[in-house]
């Protein structure tokens, strides 16, 4: 049972006993610094059902908890504010329980029922860029958390492989490419294929300009660019299963995946599955055929399929084209259904997609809803905000994105920069030095877009980030590090149980502790890598003070000693352990 659980049973009887009234619920807070106690009960919200002054109220509720529960041991009451203080015995019994848990804060119990996470999903168009990487880190981090709060999860992505984007890139490659290919040029195919994209964007503006200046309005050109015309075409083979345009489009496509598994090796994340929209439409066209059927969805003069949403705020959405062609919400639905056609067991789904997005998803799941899927209620969008650079915008058309494997390679470039001037990797072998500086510059772009609330718009600086002091993932790798090298030097046995009296500081830190399994369980209702982000921080500065102010390894006692590095090695755990869930490395040396 939980402190807060423990109290409030305890709190709901002294309100019964005391004033013959009964509580509903008791709400906690952390005790504010500047007052003795280790929780604290808010006595406000009681009167309700309490009448009288709030602090005689407190007063009372205090001193029945002093008399009923073993492991209060004082209380004050400031305003309408119960602040309690818990014994020290209580701590170091849980502290007992958990030493030796290295998978400490998890559910590791695993439930029957399936979340499926999707992340990434981009066009086949152009390689991955620092946009994605917000995308990729907060699906995966979600992911994981969900995981390791108990439930079962898979990770998969839909992948955006049909479309007008994707024949601009194999036009331009047609008419400019000369045959070349990934192996003949030594690029990445996901760069080969973004080239090409550019390319198809310049000769398009190129053939604007002409146009205009033949006496075209802007609008016209725009519409008559011949390059354009020739990808609409292009297109409309395509789904006529044109055999010539489809073995282009898997050549081209199969290049992009190529490059993209790389990236997403070098990043770290993993899927268990992948869905293409090529695939999903088609599925979709005959479930809107059902819709049809049931009135769901009605069919316009045109012949267009809508759905009319204005009873429940929204508008009238378009389905299926007049000349039958699919939009993206006939490819959302089939993949939804799909993909519980593939796996029954799943009971919600996660969607980490842009906020620019956000109306398109509160659409989709009330279709979903309306055509009778009972996990329609437990669907989600992971809506996030865009990544900034200090110049400004990215834009793929005009090549001014900032590459993912551009990024991660200048990350570990500048992590290596900051190591030298630190001077502290005496002993490393050259290839050991290298996998350091790996991990310190992917910890830092991970921790720095994760420890964002998901909602909110970043700027991300990646000197800023790569900052080995203040609220970034190098300083928290550090200071596991060093609780590595503590470990180490420790030259005795330190498994066994002690009792001792605890300073200040190490009863900080587990009650730090004890806050990680409620903060991964708080995380993954929030679905907000930026609650485990921000608890590692806070943790980390607590062990930091109780470094600088607590002897470990030169403690007046053996039992203290012992105590001290077993608390140690519990805060590291609990860094590698949050870290996980974000997908940050923690180097044993730094």
């Known amino acids: 049972m939980s402190l807060q659980d423990l109290l409030s049973q305890h709190v709901k009887a002294a309100v019964a006993n005391s004033f013959s009234a009964e509580l509903d619920t008791v709400e906690f807070q952390a005790t504010r610094k500047e007052f003795a106690g280790d929780i604290t009960v808010v006595v406000f919200p009681m009167l309700r059902v309490v009448k009288g002054n709030p602090v005689v109220i407190g007063e009372t509720i205090g001193q029945y908890l002093l008399d009923n529960v073993e492991d209060v041991k004082a209380f004050n009451v400031v305003k309408g504010f119960l602040n309690i203080e818990i014994s020290d015995v209580y701590y170091l019994k849980f502290f007992n329980t958990i030493k030796d848990d290295v998978a400490y804060g998890y559910d590791l119990g695993g439930k029957d029922e399936a979340t499926m996470v999707e992340y990434s999903s981009p066009n086949t168009n152009k390689p991955l860029h620092l946009g994605h990487i917000r995308n990729v880190l907060l699906g995966y981090s979600v992911a994981e958390i969900l995981k390791a709060s108990g439930r079962k999860v898979y ?221 329609a209620k437990n669907l989600h969008h992971l809506s996030y905000g865009m990544v900034d650079l200090p110049s400004g915008k990215m834009k793929s058309r005009e090549g001014t994105v900032v590459d993912a494997d551009d990024l991660v390679d200048e990350m570990a470039k500048t992590a290596e920069e900051i190591s030298k001037e630190l001077g502290k990797l005496d002993g490393y072998s050259e290839e050991e030095k290298k996998e350091l500086y790996r991990t310190i510059g992917l910890g830092a772009l991970k921790y720095y877009i994760l420890k964002v609330d998901p909602k909110k718009r970043i700027l991300f600086d990646p000197k800023e980030s790569i900052d080995f002091q203040g609220n970034t993932g190098p300083f928290i790798q550090y200071t596991y590090a060093r609780i590595q090298s503590i470990l180490r030097k420790a030259d005795f046995d330190y498994t066994k149980g002690v009792e001792v009296s605890m300073h200040e500081k190490e009863k900080e830190l587990l009650k730090q502790i004890k806050l990680f399994p409620e903060v991964l369980q708080q995380s993954a209702k929030e679905y907000s890598p930026a609650l485990v982000a921000n608890y590692t921080y806070d943790l980390v500065k607590l062990y930091n003070s109780f470094f600088q102010n607590v002897s470990i390894l030169g403690a007046e006692t053996q039992d203290e000693k012992i105590f001290r590095v077993q608390l140690s090695q519990t805060v590291g755990n609990t860094i590698k352990n949050a870290f996980a869930v974000l997908g940050i490395g923690v180097p044993e040396r730094m």
Request: hydrophobic share 35%; proline share 1%; net charge negative.
């Open 155 to 375: 990770k998969t992505q839909i992948i955006n492989d049909r479309g007008i984007h994707i024949c601009k890139s194999m036009l331009a490659w047609k008419r400019y490419g000369n045959g070349e290919t990934p192996e003949s040029t030594g690029l990445k195919g996901d760069k080969l294929v973004g080239n090409y994209y550019v390319k198809f964007d310049k000769e398009y503006k190129a053939e604007i300009e002409t146009l205009i200046a033949e006496g075209q309005t802007e609008e016209d050109a725009k519409k008559n660019a011949p390059i354009l015309l020739e990808a609409q075409e292009m297109l409309r083979k395509w789904e006529s299963g044109d055999e010539q345009i489809v073995a282009l489009w898997k050549k081209m496509n199969q290049w992009v995946y190529d490059g993209f598994e790389v990236t997403y090796k070098a990043i770290g994340v993993d899927f268990d599955s992948y869905y293409y929209e090529s695939n999903t439409y088609l599925l979709g066209k005959e479930f809107i055929a059902e819709g049809l059927k049931s009135g769901v969805f009605y069919k316009k003069e045109d012949g267009s399929v809508w759905c009319d949403l204005t009873d429940e705020g929204l508008d009238e959405k378009i389905v299926l084209r007049a000349d039958g062609t699919a939009v993206y919400m006939t490819q959302d639905i089939g993949t939804a259904i799909q993909r519980v056609k593939d796996h029954p067991d799943i009971n919600g789904m996660v969607y980490t997609v842009g906020n620019e997005q956000d109306y398109h998803f509160k659409v989709l799941f009330l279709i979903l809803k309306k055509l009778g899927f009972d996990w």
